[in-house]
């Protein structure tokens, strides 16, 4: 038997699927997509990270015996050069994506390929009511899951103890330029690993609760980037939280929060067109202006928490998850700009992006998704920074311009633009007026006619 293990968002040995299955003869790979990194800026911070996590995957597995071959083409043109080598199969990770799917399929008809629910802790297929059809509302999804987010620990994979290392020529490491991507500074904690994290994270977590909400706070764990690329896996992870000394109830909340992640995954599985259109049907009237989405993208909306949130993700690629609901929400209901600009807007730049808590998330805030939020529930960005930041501390780190306004003014509508000493954007539109724009709009659809 002779297997290629397909390292992919799994970039780990410990507690991975496909060396747990792996047997006799593997060669391990990571390819560098092209049909993926031809889409990205070339001054995307992900690609640094994933760069320094490959090559640290490369040690891992040297470790244990093994090797890493790194390929910089497409999946297709891969396989099909390996394919001349007489494997019998490829073992790898499963996500369910649009473009995963198509990929997969493409290399099934190359070689035979067996993929394992390893980056989530349940396989969706696995789930479902009791008269078989998909959870749509995540209370009930979670109620039935409790078997499992109340146990004290999830089984982990093993490492087999016998595996070969193929011969192959594993010298090839391409540099980040050859990939042809500039090496970027990375967040601090990105040069920390997943365990660093958690440690710093048992400190902060029995406020955690409380704390989670205001974003100028380093109240997170951290650890959205390293669970996307899969330096640990969910089971890893749900098991270290569990063994924490904290109270019981901030442990349970972390963990639920864990579980909105599956949810949101489940949800694509079921019902893949949720990546493209509005999950439950309706179709806004939505505003097709550029320019006011342009100015949404560079942070020049006029209302500061807005502009402060936007222009720190572009220059960080983070994003605090109450300030994603705010931007999300201003964006779909204040602009009545279609959510689906602003997904692929936040693929383009978040570095813990992933697809289904994306899209999840956005048909949450535009009011179209599962269990989303009620289309007369609208933030008020101006009672958001109030009630979340009400120094300004967040504000003011990004807006230097502000540094000296009282944060009472910067909570006011329009009360910086009426200070006449500053060249600050004029609102692109009223919150009042907008949001009752948009429950006007939301209102004349069917699924919420009165």
């Not at 995540?138 to 087999?160: C, G, M, V």
Request: with cysteine.
């Amino acid at each position: 038997m002779k297997q290629i293990l397909w390292f992919r968002r799994d970039l780990r040995v410990d507690d991975n699927a496909i060396l747990s299955n792996a047997k006799d003869e593997v060669l391990a790979i990571f390819i560098f997509d092209k049909n993926i990194l031809n889409k990205l800026e070339k001054d995307d911070k992900r690609v640094t990270f994933i760069y320094q996590s490959v090559l640290e995957l490369k040690k891992n597995l040297q470790k244990i015996g093994l090797d890493l071959a790194i390929f910089y083409e497409t999946p297709k043109d891969v396989f099909t050069k390996l394919k001349k080598d007489g494997f019998d199969e490829i073992l790898t990770s499963i996500d369910f994506d649009d473009y995963a799917k198509k990929r997969d399929d493409e290399i099934s008809n190359i070689l035979p390929i067996k993929r394992f629910i390893d980056s989530f802790l349940i396989d969706p297929k696995d789930i479902l009511k009791p008269n078989k059809t998909p959870y749509k509302l995540f209370t009930a999804f979670y109620n039935s899951l409790e078997f499992l987010h109340d146990s004290n620990s999830i089984k982990e994979f093993e490492i087999p103890k016998k595996l070969k290392k193929i011969d192959f020529n594993y010298n090839f490491i391409p540099t980040l330029e050859d990939l042809g991507f500039i090496k970027q500074k990375l967040p601090n904690f990105l040069y920390r690993s997943a365990d660093e994290l958690i440690d710093i994270f048992s400190k902060k977590i029995q406020n955690y609760q409380k704390d989670r909400d205001y974003f100028y706070l380093d109240a997170s764990s951290n650890l959205s980037v390293h669970l996307r690329f899969g330096l640990i896996s969910p089971r890893t992870l749900f098991n270290r939280i569990k063994k924490l000394n904290s109270p019981k109830e901030e442990i349970a909340f972390y963990i639920r929060e864990l579980f909105w992640r599956e949810f949101y995954n489940y949800i694509l599985y079921y019902f893949p067109k949720s990546q493209f259109e509005n999950l439950n049907g309706i179709e806004i009237n939505w505003n097709e202006n550029e320019e006011d989405f342009i100015k949404w993208c560079k942070g020049e909306t006029g209302v500061p928490i807005i502009d402060a949130s936007m222009k720190y993700l572009n220059q960080t690629g983070l994003m605090h998850n109450r300030l994603r609901m705010i931007v999300s929400s201003y964006l779909t209901k204040n602009l009545l700009i279609d959510w689906k600009k602003g997904e692929k807007y936040f693929a383009l730049k978040l570095l813990d992006y992933e697809a289904s808590s994306n899209i999840g998330s956005w048909q949450w805030a535009a009011s179209t998704g599962v269990d989303s939020v009620p289309y007369f529930r609208v933030f008020n960005p101006y009672l958001q920074s109030k009630k979340f930041d009400k120094d300004a501390v967040f504000i003011k780190s990004v807006l230097e311009e502000l540094k000296d306004i009282s944060p009472k003014i910067i909570h006011i509508e329009n009360g910086i633009q009426e200070n006449i000493f500053l060249n600050y954007p004029r609102q692109i539109v009223g919150i009042s007026y907008s949001r009752n724009r948009a429950i006007f709009e939301f209102k004349k659809l069917k699924p919420f006619k009165i």
